[in-house]
């Protein structure tokens, strides 16, 4: 077995069969009790994922949606390419915040991913609620200096490994980030919008959050590479300890997120290893 917390490829373990007849919902609910669904009242790309408990075990269960709902930004065929980047994405790349990857499942309704549950709290919050200390968003950062600083370090080493597999940040942001208060434990999900090897902007003003986006991201023919992972990694940082006067942690660790979104580093490497001495 690889090491969990280093590129890999292999096999993932299969749970359930690889293609079925039924719609993802009449499936899902076949396997178990569906303790919890995500739709359009949680997110907007109109993907809907449900909780699954089998008896044996509970099961993340990501689908398509609907292939009537347009949603504001992809149509079922796009969402379901998405999926299908997602779990080769998931089958390059072992890490411990990312919870395990079984398989994906073709259905008459699209792609089914299937992954191990996670317990968390999600991190992303609507603008109007941001700055209520009772959402978990603000939980978090209220949290000892310590505890953010350990998450983001298992966050850039997460980010290390995916760099070296190839893969270069899209659309992430605090969305993707659960957070489980009493295990202290990161996951990070929905890293659908990744893409193996440097590319170029080919929409002006891609998808992402304003707050941790790289400026080639909003820019059409820009590059878009290992440096924009490494400032989109730096702005989580930012936002997560504070910024300016606000920020909590240390000088030196300030410095090297001022860096990367500002004169920047050339590559994710020297970023990742200017944050590690700063600690």
């Known amino acids: 077995m690889p090491s969990p917390s280093k590129p890999w490829a ?81 089958t390059t790349v072992r890490h411990p915040l990312l919870p395990d990857f079984h398989q994906l499942i073709e259905s008459p309704g699209g792609p089914i991913l299937v992954y191990d549950w996670r317990d968390g709290e999600h991190l992303g919050t609507p603008a109007e609620r941001r700055d209520d200390p009772s959402t978990p968003f603000q939980r978090f950062r209220a949290l000892p200096v310590e505890r953010i600083v350990a998450a983001l370090d298992r966050l850039y080493d997460l980010h290390a490994d ?24 990161l996951t990070v999900m929905d890293l659908d919008s990744y893409v193996h090897g440097p590319y170029r902007n080919t929409m002006g003003r891609m998808f992402g959050s304003t707050r941790f986006m790289a400026p080639e991201e909003f820019a059409l023919g820009a590059p878009v590479d290992d440096r924009t992972t490494a400032y989109v990694m730096a702005r989580t940082g930012l936002v997560l300890l504070g910024e300016g006067d606000a920020f909590r942690g240390t000088n030196p660790q300030y410095d090297v997120l001022q860096e990367a979104t500002t004169t920047r580093y050339p590559s994710y490497t020297a970023y990742h290893t200017a944050w590690l001495r700063a600690r």
């Open 10 to 90: 292999g096999s993932v373990r299969r749970v359930f069969p690889a293609e079925i007849t039924q719609q993802p919902a009449d499936y899902l609910q076949s396997l178990g009790r569906v303790f919890a669904r995500f739709g359009a009242d949680t997110q907007d790309s109109g993907n809907i994922s449900y909780g699954v408990d089998t008896g044996d075990a509970r099961y993340f269960c990501k689908t398509a949606g609907d292939p009537d709902d347009q949603a504001p930004y992809l149509d079922f065929e796009a969402r379901g390419q998405l999926l299908r980047n997602a779990a080769r994405l998931a």
């Open 162 to 185: 995916l760099t070296a597999a190839g893969w270069v940040e899209g659309d992430f942001y605090d969305g993707a980030l659960l957070y489980d208060f009493t295990q202290h434990q």
